[in-house]
């Protein structure tokens, strides 16, 4: 037994000893030895977010947690490695140089890795690969008439946004000069700075994520790129739009800037009253006076609609405030197909002034009012006026 005798040579009882003062592997990542690929890493990514340097600040047991995962699946995620592991413990996978127990930021560790990034920063390092800045979104109010609400229309606007410069061509640059790259960031637009085991990334200082500077601005645009113009546009109008609706017209916006979209123009609808008409909702409503003698003994009148006049019928007896639908001439739904109902409130006249015929033919009619209906009429006013007595 030349090994457990040989001068500077480890025993066994002293491997056995160094090894039982690692922590096992699999329960730092809380996982069984039979566990697959997909476990490992699902259990990886659930502790380092957990134990993120960034999300414990200034808590050094934390930060070691965060080590200890790191290091574990390093080893466990390489099937090579995970194999000596297995058969010799801690002794099987140290001296590998780089990170404590030998592991690195390669292979399967860098895609988890990456999906930890994403996890805990939110999808950033994608929002730094976009480029351009998006233009600003603009808002204009447009009144319409009643009519034009209901049944759609195609109106013309002019308003004042941000175009591409025509002198630059949106460059901000003076023709005849370039650009030069920015020095800080080396023409990329970002600086990385290194955080924790991360390396973080943020828009450059230098040159507000461009990667250039601008020596010789534009003189029209001051080197913005852009310029304002009045531009002119022929906006759609929806059949069936109310008051307060909104359109949005994509692109219409400001122009980006260094290449990015354009901003969407937001039309707010604004509504005129109507002579006649009154809205609620998918129906219209109006009034319509007729004369007291077509009330009483029935007739048709002509009513307005939306499309132009239509012939109702009075029926014999009709009272005031009386309301009769008109089924489908009312609004289009803005969601869905169909429209509304027109309903019509009946208002009676009372002639303020008579002929002596006229008073005659009235006096003649009252005397011969014995109707059931009249003594009703009687009868309630003698009630109420009894109880105004009281």
């Known amino acids: 037994m030349w090994l457990a005798h040989h001068p500077g040579t480890k025993t066994t009882r002293e491997t056995t000893d160094q090894m039982a003062a690692h922590i096992?592997?699999?329960?730092?990542?809380?996982?069984?030895?039979?566990?697959?690929?997909?476990?490992?890493?699902?259990?990886?990514?659930?502790?380092?977010?957990?134990?993120?340097?960034?999300?414990?600040?200034?808590?050094?047991?934390?930060?070691?947690?965060?080590?200890?995962?790191?290091?574990?699946?390093?080893?466990?995620?390489?099937?090579?490695?995970?194999?000596?592991y297995d058969q010799f413990g801690h002794a099987g996978v140290s001296g590998n140089g780089g990170f404590p127990g030998g592991f690195d930021f390669?292979?399967?560790?860098?895609?988890?890795?990456?999906?930890?990034?994403?996890?805990?920063?939110?999808?950033?390092?994608?929002?730094?690969?976009q480029k351009g800045y998006r233009g600003d979104d603009l808002r204009y109010r447009m009144a319409v008439t009643f009519e034009e609400a209901v049944f759609g229309a195609k109106k013309e606007i002019i308003y004042p946004?941000?175009?591409?410069?025509?002198?630059?061509?949106?460059?901000?640059?003076?023709?005849?000069?370039?650009?030069?790259?920015?020095?800080?960031c080396d023409g990329k637009g970002e600086v990385r700075y290194q955080q924790a085991f991360f390396t973080m990334s943020r828009t450059c200082p230098g040159c507000g994520g461009r990667g250039r500077i601008v020596e010789h601005p534009c003189t029209k645009c001051k080197g913005e790129g852009r310029e304002k113009k009045q531009c002119?546009?022929?906006v759609r109008i929806p059949p069936g739009v109310d008051e307060g609706n909104r359109l949005?017209?994509?692109?219409?916006?400001?122009?980006?800037?260094?290449?990015?979209?354009?901003?969407?123009?937001?039309?707010?609808?604004?509504?005129?009253?109507?002579?006649?008409?009154?809205?609620e909702n998918e129906d219209i409503i109006c009034e319509v006076p007729i004369r007291m003698e077509v009330a009483a003994v029935g007739g048709a009148v002509e009513i307005p609609t939306l499309e132009g006049p239509t012939?109702?019928?009075?029926?014999?007896?009709?009272?005031?405030?009386?309301?009769?639908?008109?089924?489908?001439?009312?609004?289009?739904?803005l969601q869905g197909s169909g429209r509304g109902d027109q309903y019509v409130r009946i208002n009676v006249e009372v002639p303020s002034k008579i002929t002596k015929k006229q008073k005659q033919l009235l006096e003649e009619f009252t005397s011969e009012s014995k109707s059931s209906a009249y003594k009703a009429v009687s009868k309630f006013s003698k009630k109420f006026l009894k109880y105004w007595e009281e």
């Open 24 to 84: 096992d592997y699999y329960e730092i990542l809380e996982v069984g030895r039979d566990s697959g690929p997909e476990e490992l890493k699902k259990a990886y990514r659930k502790l380092a977010i957990q134990y993120h340097p960034d999300r414990n600040p200034d808590n050094k047991e934390a930060e070691e947690k965060f080590k200890e995962l790191s290091e574990a699946y390093s080893i466990l995620s390489d099937q090579e490695k995970r194999s000596r």
């Open 106 to 129: 390669s292979g399967s560790f860098s895609d988890v890795f990456s999906d930890i990034f994403q996890d805990f920063f939110g999808g950033g390092r994608q929002a730094n690969q």
């Open 161 to 184: 946004r941000l175009t591409e410069c025509e002198k630059c061509l949106g460059d901000g640059v003076e023709p005849g000069h370039s650009p030069v790259v920015c020095t800080v």
């Open 232 to 234: 002119n546009l022929t």
């Open 248 to 279: 949005r017209i994509r692109g219409e916006g400001d122009g980006g800037l260094s290449g990015g979209g354009s901003g969407d123009l937001f039309v707010q609808i604004e509504v005129q009253e109507h002579p006649f008409f009154h809205r």
């Open 311 to 333: 012939e109702l019928k009075i029926p014999a007896g009709t009272q005031p405030g009386q309301v009769f639908s008109l089924r489908g001439k009312g609004v289009p739904r």
